[in-house]
């Protein structure tokens, strides 16, 4: 474990909590809101396209340029992810809480990734644009797939992805 004032050692707990104070509110609010999109779409836990619909469902200002640049309606593109990602044999209302057993390893992967950018980034906690660039540029990412197959390559998402959070830091 860091001092009090330095980064922590992993962003889990020993009960597997997340350490909250490590993500910035709005952080906290996407993997709340990828913990509802889970239920809607009756995953028994949060997958990266979670995270990703989550981002969509409660854009900050730096994840709306983004969606400007790449020219898409967030609130469309968060249907089509629901849609494509819901499975009708899946649990009506699993229970799903800030929980690493209910995170996929790619997610708490994703996570501690996230966290590691925003760290090298010099900042506490990790913002949602850290997790959008940090699921962009994951090896394998099925987010970046769904984009591949219409055309938009993960090199394009991640490009516009860096401008829009340096047009947020000016």
């Known amino acids: 474990m860091a001092s009090p004032d330095g980064p922590v050692d992993d962003l889990f707990l020993p009960g597997g909590r997340l350490h909250l104070e490590c993500l ?4 906290v609010q996407v993997l709340r809101e990828s913990l509802r999109l889970a239920r809607d779409t009756r995953w028994d836990s949060v997958r990266s396209p979670h995270v990703f619909m989550g981002l969509l469902a409660v854009p ?14 967030l609130p469309k593109l968060l249907g089509q992810f629901q849609e494509l990602f819901h499975q009708d044999d899946g649990e009506k ?3 799903l809480i800030l929980n690493r057993e209910f995170f996929s ?32 540029t994951a090896s394998n990412s099925i987010v970046a797939e769904c984009f591949e197959r219409i055309g938009v390559t993960a090199a394009k998402l991640t490009e516009l992805a860096v401008m829009a959070e340096q047009h947020a830091e000016e």
């Open 24 to 27: 910035s509110n709005t952080a």
């Open 60 to 73: 900050d200002a730096g994840i709306r340029n983004w969606g400007e640049r790449l020219r898409a309606d």
């Open 93 to 95: 209302e699993p229970l």
């Open 105 to 136: 390893d790619n997610v708490m992967r994703l996570l501690r990734e996230s966290y590691t950018r925003a760290i090298d980034h010099g900042r506490p906690c990790l913002t949602p644009m850290d997790l959008l660039i940090s699921l962009l």
